[in-house]
């Protein structure tokens, strides 16, 4: 049985070679009570340890991750025609991740990081506008630090389940989860 891990890599791979944004990824997540929400993040890294993607942590997704610790993927390929799905725990990345992230990223993007306020209301764009001077002008110089407020997370891979389009509704589907000693077990599914 082939590691779902790099089964997902091989896929991953085809998928950048025929799609714009193939990191795009819907991260779907619930506050404490349960409410659901989903939006698209950018896979910034996979490995055995899991699925990675940087936020402000003071966000909705932010905010709803520190009072439910549990979230899930959902790629589309639509010109691979597959999907992949991941499910799991969710654990903050370390401060040297998201220090050497955050140091690769555009200075603008830097930049904007300081300036937002993210998923909170603003007065206006003039607003956000402002905040991006303000900050500008204070980084004019030299390396833009890492704010407090802004990290990643890792998705530790729990269950991953693979769908690829067939003929006749004869779609592959393949899940795999892992089991209390932290094996991966397959299973086929029903399309």
């Known amino acids: 049985m082939k590691n779902p891990i790099e089964l997902f890599k ?6 950048n070679e025929a799609e714009e944004l193939a990191e795009a990824v819907a991260l779907a997540t619930a506050d404490g009570q349960g409410r659901p929400s989903v939006r698209m993040v950018l896979l910034k890294g996979v490995d055995d340890k899991g699925f990675t993607f940087y936020t402000n942590l003071e966000s909705r997704k932010g905010s709803e991750l520190a009072e439910n610790p ?3 993927l959902c790629f589309h390929w639509k010109s691979q025609k597959r ?6 725990r969710v654990v903050p ?3 040297a991740e ?8 555009a200075r603008d993007s830097q930049i904007g990081a300081w300036a937002s306020k993210q998923s909170r209301p603003m007065v206006g764009l003039f607003e956000f506008e402002a905040a991006i001077a303000k900050y ?19 998705i530790e891979t729990a269950r991953i389940e693979f769908w690829e389009d067939r003929k006749f509704r004869l779609h592959m589907r393949h899940v795999y ?3 209390d000693k932290g094996d991966w077990v ?3 599914l029903y399309p």
């Open 136 to 154: 500008a002008a204070k980084y004019a110089f030299g390396e833009v630090p890492r704010p407090a407020y802004w990290s990643g997370f890792r």
């Open 70 to 72: 549990f979230a899930s």
């Open 177 to 179: 989860e892992k089991n």
């Open 93 to 95: 990345v370390s401060d």
């Open 186 to 188: 397959k299973k086929e």
């Open 83 to 88: 999907q992949v799905r991941v499910e799991g």
């Open 98 to 105: 998201a220090d050497a992230y955050f140091a690769s990223r």
């Open 10 to 15: 091989e896929w991953f791979e085809k998928a």
